[in-house]
């Protein structure tokens, strides 16, 4: 039990790095010019190609065996064509609209989305899931917000992103549950499936907003980004969290998430060396005592 809450946990973590990148990429991204949809569909798509290319030996019964017991092909296509509209397309969408409109405060969609997908996570898990909310799962729950809130707030909010970040953090989160819901055994084959029926979802947006000059901005540094985009956080992340619950429940994997901002920190001490004031030290410890707190790690096992 320990040790899977361990595995689980370090995915989680894992997850959280890799999406710590999201919110200035994007941004770097639509200030190149490109649309929210644009963003959107072209990292999933390009993500998709990407994992169909490394697993083009396997054959497709083989993969779907992998990702569930069930001999139903239709029936497992339709448990995946959900989670990816929630994860993929609801997550995705939303999440690149909200930067659209953060203008000088991209850091408060992280807040309202990974707040918004533990708190759905958590509820809708205990609610579908039976999953149990102990007293320390909620103060926990609590603590991580507050610290995700202290190190990233900016003060100023506009309804679109409030509205969109929200939208984005439910889908993501209600995309935990579904997945333990069915039953879906997390990883790489999953993910492929997960990126196909996303890209279909993301394409009607795209092409109702086509931008037709969409060829003349397109140069290395916003292929990279958008490479940048569908590597890490897209097909990477989305590999972690997938397998994270396998050995959490969906709660306890969106609070464990909720770590990203202590990431995106740390990147910036690394790439930028703008060393972190002191409302991160104490977001930190509060988001880390959120993280003792709902994985039990109080608790003396064995």
């Known amino acids: 039990m320990k040790q899977n809450m361990m595995i689980g946990g370090l995915f989680a973590l894992m997850a959280a790095l890799l999406n710590a990148c999201i919110g200035i990429i994007s941004l770097l991204l639509i200030n190149s010019g490109l649309s929210s949809e644009a963003i959107a569909f072209l990292k999933t798509v390009l993500a998709y190609i990407l994992v169909t290319l490394i697993l083009i030996k396997i054959p497709n019964h083989q993969q779907k065996n992998i990702i569930s017991t069930t001999t139903n092909s239709k029936r497992l296509f339709i448990k995946m064509s959900i989670c990816a509209f929630l994860g993929i397309f609801i997550l995705f969408f939303f999440e690149t609209m909200a930067y659209s409109f953060s203008y000088s405060s991209p850091a408060n969609v992280v807040v309202i989305l990974m707040s918004s997908a533990a708190v759905s996570a958590l509820f809708v898990g205990y609610l579908i899931l039976n999953e149990k909310l102990f007293v320390s799962t909620i103060l926990g729950a609590m603590l991580a917000i507050i610290g995700v809130s202290i190190i990233s707030w ?36 999953l993910t492929k499936y997960l990126l196909l029926f996303g890209s279909f979802y993301l394409f009607l947006p795209f092409i109702i907003k086509f931008d037709f000059d969409i060829a003349g901005k397109l140069n290395l540094d916003i292929f990279m980004g958008i490479l940048f985009l569908a590597v890490l956080p897209t097909i990477c992340g989305f590999y972690c969290t997938t397998k994270a619950l396998k050995y959490l429940s969906a709660g306890n994997v969106q609070v464990t998430e909720l770590s990203e901002p202590i990431f995106s920190a740390l990147l910036t001490v690394i790439f930028f060396g703008t060393m972190p004031n002191n409302a991160f030290y104490i977001g930190a410890l509060f988001i880390i005592l959120g993280l003792v707190l709902i994985n039990q790690l109080f608790k003396r096992h064995g």
């Open 154 to 189: 900016q003060g100023t909010i506009n309804v679109p992103l409030l509205l969109n970040a929200s939208i984005a953090g439910v889908g993501y989160g209600l995309f935990t549950v579904l997945i333990k819901k069915f039953k879906l055994n997390g990883g790489i084959y």
